[in-house]
């Protein structure tokens, strides 16, 4: 079945170790993006990729960044993990920006 | 910013009625979005409805959409135990920006 995967799905860091969590899709849609979500909140677009353009949220801290190395992957890097950055990432993707967006399951970041 | 807000924040009902959820939205949108997450989970796309439509039907679902009051509302009926998660309103804005804005969401349990 087409769909998005994330590894891992749990993810525990050291405050400060740079951690890669990672995403991949079997749709072959062209826009992929990341999203932060904390307890309770809405989830909150870090950043995304048309194609190999890339876009990022004003607000978006530099300790955040994203690389997209062919269609069908996409990596968050979190530079300097500080314990605010303990969340929920979730990866999504859509053929057409804006349009419906398909989720992955999450991979959950523990920072100690 | 376009962030909807959702109304009620949380809500128990008794298993076979329905739910009624509702979202406001600040600025004109290209189309609106519900999705469920179930909890520790990524998100699942339920229905789209686009600013010239005014209602869409999906299964048990409903959604309405008035664009001059920038509210939507989502309406399950017969509801089940299964119904219980987070669900959330997302809005594309008229600008073409490629991206969706969450909704704060709202808690549905189903009560057995």
């Known amino acids: 079945d087409a769909m998005v995967i994330q590894n891992p799905r749990y993810q525990v860091t050291q405050f400060g170790k740079p951690v890669t969590l990672s995403c991949s899709q079997t749709l072959n849609h062209n826009v992929m993006y990341w999203y932060q979500q904390k307890s309770s909140q809405a989830p909150k677009l870090l950043f995304h990729y048309y194609d190999k353009d890339f876009n990022n949220e004003a607000d978006t801290p530099d300790n955040f960044q994203s690389r997209r190395p062919n269609t069908s992957f996409c990596f968050l890097d979190i530079r300097s993990p500080g314990l605010g950055d303990a969340a929920m990432y979730l990866c999504?993707?859509?053929?057409?920006?804006?349009?419906?967006?398909?989720f992955g399951p999450g991979t959950r970041l523990l920072v100690l | 910013s376009q962030q909807g807000e959702e109304d009620p924040q949380a809500l128990s009902i008794q298993e076979g009625e329905n739910a009624t959820m509702n979202c406001s939205y600040k600025?004109?949108?290209?189309?609106l979005q519900w999705y469920r997450q179930n909890s520790g989970r990524g998100l699942v796309h339920l229905i789209l409805i686009r600013s010239n439509e005014r209602e869409k039907h999906s299964g048990r679902l409903r959604v309405t959409l008035d664009t001059s009051k920038k509210s939507s509302s989502l309406l399950i009926t017969a509801s089940r135990a299964a119904d219980t998660a987070s669900y959330f309103c997302?809005?594309?804005?008229?600008?073409?920006?490629?991206?969706?804005?969450f909704g704060t969401g709202t808690r549905l349990t189903i009560i057995p």
């Open positions: 999504a993707t859509s053929l057409i920006a804006g349009e419906t967006q398909y």
């Open positions: 997302a809005t594309e804005t008229n600008f073409g920006n490629e991206k969706l804005t």
């Open positions: 600025t004109s949108i290209n189309n």
